[in-house]
């Protein structure tokens, strides 16, 4: 039996969803085959046609634990990709019905595995029906906690349109993970696979910029972790306390914004044991968590290897494979994990 090791960032396409796609005619299924499907970029938010990899784990458990068990991985708590998230589309309706569809499918599919896999049921943003979605992921699906992206609709995260849904969250004080799935710059990140390398750790700062200087954390202290390990974020928050200290129209919240910084969580898919090192120094292991980005090509595929290269404190490593991620979820781990 490995040692228990939690990975908080972990993606699934459950083969419901993807049929449920096709059959909307907003999928192309036609190369799964050659492990990839091509989704169109109102819901992708990537270029129309461009091949988005699909390995099989993605719709296969039994691949998913053996690889797992390979990486050193104990238990997974799994979100849909943010290739079906709909972060720019303008039809909420669809917008919705992907998220029921694949909330069932991923907690379908989850289910057959209860004591190592578990559901972060995605919450669409830019809608005012998402908090009826996180009611439902939370209460009815049983869910783990709840997945959304950096925004939704064309709308940011600090829109008035989310407030019901932030109020929620912060009362339940359910586990959110804030996963990016727009980028800033347009034809600038047009080259190189420039979208996920570059533009979403970018998003990630634009969506946590705008959730503290919009008074959001304030008004609702979340439990919110966030992924590649904060992308952007912790190299602009002396910046942004700068910023709120000399520019009135910054100045929005009690605090600067680094006191909210500091209560998010952030995941050790930072691929440098030097940044990993940085975020437990600055921000504490108390709120370092796994995160792998499995099963994309992207992923850091030995997560345990990574974090022990970062030379940490015994107790601090043991805090960020396994310790942390128990404080995040608040009300502790699923049942039989």
């Known amino acids: 039996m490995i040692r228990q090791v939690v990975d908080v960032h972990a993606h699934a396409m459950p083969m419901g969803l993807l049929q449920f796609l096709s059959d909307e005619g907003v999928a192309d299924l036609s190369a799964l085959d050659d492990g990839v499907v091509r989704i169109t970029s109102p819901v992708s938010g990537v270029a129309e046609g461009a091949p988005i990899p699909l390995a099989r784990a993605q719709f296969d458990v039994t691949q998913r634990l053996t690889d797992m068990d390979a990486m050193g991985i104990s238990q997974q708590l799994v979100s849909l990709p943010p290739f079906v998230t709909c972060a720019d589309a303008d039809d909420e309706g669809l917008a919705l019905r992907i998220a029921e569809e694949g909330n069932i499918a991923l907690a379908t599919m989850t289910s057959l595995a209860p004591t190592r896999l578990a559901t972060l049921g995605l919450v669409p943003l830019g809608t005012a029906r998402a908090v009826d979605v996180a009611m439902h992921c939370l209460d009815e699906l049983g869910c783990a906690g709840i997945a959304i992206g950096s925004r939704g609709l064309g709308r940011e995260a600090d829109d008035a349109v989310h407030e019901e ?23 600038r990140l047009h080259d190189y696979w420039l979208p996920q390398l570059a533009g979403f750790p970018m998003d990630t700062a634009v969506a946590v910029s705008r959730l503290v200087l919009g008074g959001v954390l304030e008004r609702h202290p979340m439990r919110i972790a966030l992924a590649h390990g904060g992308g952007c ?3 602009l928050t ?6 709120w200290s000399r520019k009135s129209v910054a100045r929005t919240t009690p605090h600067p914004p680094s006191h909210y910084l500091r209560r998010l969580y952030y995941d050790s898919a ?20 796994v995160g792998t980005d499995y099963p994309f090509e992207l992923a850091d595929l030995d997560p345990v290897g990574g974090i ?30």
């Open 165 to 187: 849904l932030w109020g929620f969250l912060s009362a339940r004080q359910a586990p959110v993970f804030l996963h990016p799935n727009s980028v800033p710059g347009g034809a």
């Open 270 to 289: 930072t691929f440098s044991p030097a940044l990993l090192r940085g975020l437990v120094t600055d921000l504490g292991a108390d709120h370092l968590v």
């Open 233 to 235: 974020v912790p190299s």
């Open 238 to 243: 002396g910046r942004l306390d700068l910023g």
């Open 308 to 337: 022990t290269a970062a030379d940490l404190a015994p107790e601090d490593t043991a805090a960020v494979l396994a310790g942390t991620v128990k404080d995040w979820m608040g009300n502790g781990l699923p049942e039989g994990w």
